[in-house]
């Protein structure tokens, strides 16, 4: 079979791995010029860094089997995480059950509460009884208002903004159960996985394997038409390199791109598939890396549970990972996710630098402006769907209406979230389910 793939993130990418190692012809086009999408990377004094934090958990199985395959388990390292929540003006530990105990902004009977309700939902193997209802009344009324509003209202306020109170109770549900997955030992602290050299050195072995194994991949290569004959999709046209629109046939094709790019990219869909595409919005993601000469504070993980901050998480990537790797420097990550429209989306990374500031000197009131030795600016689109209550019966499916023409985005991620793990997962399945219509005769193959 010739299999088109839009798109060179890790879905993308292990929807070719698969084709390609199954004797199938696969050919990525990533419109970027460089590949891995989301978790892709960019160099840092002599090391390499993700645009935006990464990291997995120990539930991740998918992608840490491919890495082990791709002969890079060597690198893949589990390393203690340490959590911590900023509220009422000082960072408290958020590590482990004991932090709860200790978290003084919450009575000790409303710890107890929020405790014993985390529990429970840990306990919980199914989301489905979830999936009716939204995370604000679900917790608020188990854990009670001042639980609520103290430790989750906050943390749904930062992902997902002016949505916080739409957001089903299915997506913390997922959140809370993979932390709990994550720790390990008598302390139960958070572990979490990380390739030294980072996710770029996966993504490029997957890469040469895929034309190893006789595929094509191309960057700065956009798509920007899925053409179809008789309500079957027979080809790209594709822009290499600046060059002429060119056209190229295959037997399938596969998107891993947002569902409102594909849109644009696909002949009109039936009104049924079309609601369903239009019925996810996303997030964006803003990112400001700094590059620092000192440490900021001791944690990986901080969340910000303040409103008045213009950021609800700092990620200080070397208190995970040696900072060797980036000449002995500390990366500090200040993490957004606003929509597109907002002021925050739009501003410019010098404006962003000058609204961060005297809000990191409030975490840290020694922090001075000179202890940034460069920073990086990173917009993220599409960078997190925004998941409803009943969101299952909304996402599209994998088989488009379109004979021969797939769908395998993170809005089609659930009841997990979007994560690498899952576009591993969702790559393989996919390249797969194009391979068994093939020969069950429902796309036409060769
Ligand atoms: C800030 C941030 C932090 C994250 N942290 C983690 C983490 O800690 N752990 C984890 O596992 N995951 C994390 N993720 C999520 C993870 O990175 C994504 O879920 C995953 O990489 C998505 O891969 P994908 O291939 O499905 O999509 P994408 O990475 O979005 O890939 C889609 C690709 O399609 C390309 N494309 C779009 N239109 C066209 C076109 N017309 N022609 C050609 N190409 C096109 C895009 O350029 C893009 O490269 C994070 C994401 C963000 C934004």
Excluded at 68 to 73: D, P, R, S, T, V
Excluded at 131 to 147: F, N, Q
Excluded at 245 to 256: F, K, P
């Amino acid at each position: 079979m010739r299999v088109g793939i839009i798109g060179g993130g890790v879905a993308g990418l292990a929807a070719a791995y698969h084709l390609t190692k199954e004797g199938h012809f696969a050919e990525v086009f990533e419109q970027a010029p460089f590949l891995g999408g989301q978790a892709s990377t960019f160099d840092v004094f002599g090391g390499r860094l993700e645009r935006g934090y990464h990291h997995l958990f120990v539930s991740d199985t998918d992608i840490t089997e491919l890495i082990h395959e791709l002969g890079l388990g060597g690198k893949l390292e589990w390393l203690e995480s340490s959590v911590g929540f900023y509220h009422g003006g000082r960072v408290w530990d958020f590590a482990s059950p004991m932090d709860l105990l200790r978290f003084k902004p919450l009575s000790f009977l409303q710890r107890i509460r929020v405790g014993l309700w985390t529990l429970k939902l840990q306990k919980t193997g199914h989301y489905r009884k979830y999936e009716t209802v939204t995370a604000k009344d679900w917790l608020s009324k188990r854990m009670g208002k001042k639980g609520f509003e103290v430790i989750w209202e906050p943390l749904l306020r930062g992902k997902f903004g002016d949505f916080h109170d739409k957001i089903g109770m299915t997506w913390i549900w997922n959140k809370v159960t993979l932390r709990v997955a994550s720790r390990k030992g008598a302390g139960q602290v958070e572990h979490l996985g990380y390739p030294m050299g980072s996710f770029g050195e996966v993504i490029d072995v997957l890469e040469q394997r895929i034309i190893q194994q006789g595929g094509a991949v191309h960057t700065s290569a956009s798509v920007s038409k899925i053409v179809e004959s008789d309500g079957t999709a027979t080809s790209l046209e594709v822009q290499l390199d600046g060059s002429e629109t060119e056209r190229r046939g295959y037997d399938a094709v596969i998107a891993t791109t947002p569902s409102y790019v594909f849109t644009r990219l696909a002949p009109p869909m039936p009104k049924e598939y079309q609601d369903k595409l239009e019925g996810i919005s996303y997030l964006s993601a803003v990112l400001m890396v700094l590059v620092l000469d000192r440490q900021f504070t001791n944690k990986y993980w901080l969340n910000i549970a303040d409103p008045d901050m213009p950021f609800v998480a700092l990620i200080e990537h070397t208190n995970l990972i040696d900072r060797k790797l980036y000449g002995g420097k500390h990366i500090l990550y200040i993490s957004n996710y606003p929509s597109r429209d907002s002021e925050l989306y739009k501003m410019p990374a010098e404006e962003l630098m000058d609204l961060f500031v005297p809000h990191l000197q409030k975490i840290n009131p020694d922090f001075d402006r000179s202890w940034v030795i460069e920073h990086h600016h990173h917009r993220v689109d599409g960078a997190q769907p925004i998941v409803g209550i009943n969101y299952g019966a909304g996402i599209p499916d994998h088989r488009t209406p379109l004979t021969g023409l797939y769908l395998a985005n993170t809005t089609q991620i659930y009841p997990e979230d979007r994560g690498t793990n899952y576009s591993v997962r969702m790559g393989k399945q996919v390249a797969q389910m194009v391979l068994d219509d093939a020969g069950s005769g429902i796309s036409p193959a060769k």
